[in-house]
C-alpha cells in the first residue's frame, strides 16, 4: 500500500520544515518572538465595536480597506500593497508564484553573522531572501550589503523586516527603487497581533500583481482587517511597547551573562545567546519546567545556542529562577 507521504510531490521536500509545536498551554512560551507585552489595545477597542454579525459576509476580496491604510502609512500607491494570512503567507505564494520548489539554498553567513554578498549574487537564485535584523542572530546585516544585493541581484529580493519597528532599520525605499524587490512586514511583532495572521508587502505594481494572481481570494478575515487597520493609528503604543522590550532586553542580557552565558547584541525582540552548558539538553530542561525558548543548536556557526524571546521582568524571572536552579542541581 502507497503511504502519502509517497505520493508528497517530490519537490516540496526542499521546503519542508521542523514543527515548532509544543503544548502551549500553561508555558512560559519565549520560544517564538510574539509580543510579550501584550495585544494592542486597539485590537480590544474594534472588538468592543465590531459588527459581528456581519461575518456571514465574506470579506473584500484584497482587503482593500487595510492596504489603503498601509499605503497611506508608507507613502506608495495602493496597488503597491499586497497583504496576507500573516507574512508567513507572503512568503508562501511568494515561491509559489516565482520558484519550481526544486532546489533551495540556504546561503550560511559568515563567522561574524556578516553576510557573504558575492555568494549570495553568484548564485543566481530566482529568488534572494534576507531578514533585516536578521533571525536568529539577532543584529542588522551591514546595510550597505543589502542596498548591493538589492541592486545587483539576478532575481526578485526579498527583504523581510518583521522585525524593523525594533531596530528602526527601514529598506522600503532601496526595495522600490529596485525592480524586482519585496519588503516584507507584519502585525505578529511590535503590534502583538500574531494570534490574528496579518502580514503585508511593499513592492512596485508589477511585482504585486504577480503575487495577486496566485493568492487565494478573501484570504484576510474582517475582523483582522480591521484591527489591523486601528492598530497602525496607534503608535504611542508601539513606541512604549519597543521601550519596555529593549529596557528587558538589556536586563536579562546583563543577567544571563552573570550566568556564563555568551549573549550577542540585539535590535530584536529576542536575544541570541550560547549557553554555557549543552544547549539542546538545557531547552529540553527547561521544557519539562514550563519554559519554552528556542533552541539553534542545529543551525550553522551556533552550536549550543539559544534564541530567547524577551518579555515582561515576571516572565524573564521566571526563566533565569528555572537555569539557576538547573545550574546548581547540575554542579552539585
Ligand atoms: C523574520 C521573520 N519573518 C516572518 C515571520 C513570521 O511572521 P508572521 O507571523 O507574520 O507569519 C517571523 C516569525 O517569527 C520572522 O522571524
Known sequence: MTTVGELRRKTL?????PSYSISRKDMVLLNDNANLFGVNPAVLEVAESFDFARLWAYPSENSDALRDRIASEYGVASDEVIVG??????????????????????????RDFSLNVESLLEE????????????????????KSVKRVLREAYGL?????????????NLLQEVMDSEHALDIRTFSKAHGMAGLRVGFAIARKDVIDE?????????????????????LDNRSWISETVARTKEERSYLAR?????????????????????????????SALRGEGVAIRDCNSYPLLENHVRITIGPRSMLEVLLDKIEHLFSVGSR
Open 13 to 17: 521536500e526542499a521546503l519542508m520544515k
Open 85 to 110: 494570512n500573516g507574512s508567513d503567507e507572503i512568503l508562501d505564494i511568494t515561491s509559489k508564484c516565482f520558484i519550481n520548489l526544486a532546489k533551495v539554498c540556504e546561503k550560511q553567513l559568515e
Open 124 to 143: 543566481r537564485a530566482k529568488i534572494t531572501a534576507i531578514c533585516q535584523p536578521n533571525n536568529p542572530t539577532a543584529v542588522l546585516f551591514e546595510s
Open 157 to 169: 529580493v526579498l527583504v523581510d523586516e518583521a522585525y524593523a519597528e525594533y531596530s528602526g532599520s
Open 211 to 231: 503575487l495577486r494572481s496566485v493568492r487565494t481570494p478573501f484570504g484576510l478575515n474582517s475582523f483582522a482587517e480591521a484591527a489591523a487597520i486601528r492598530a
Open 255 to 283: 543577567r544571563l551573562t552573570a550566568l556564563g552565558f555568551k549573549v550577542y547584541p540585539s535590535d530584536c525582540n529576542f536575544l541570541l545567546c550560547k549557553a554555557p552548558v549543552d544547549g539542546p539538553a538545557l531547552v
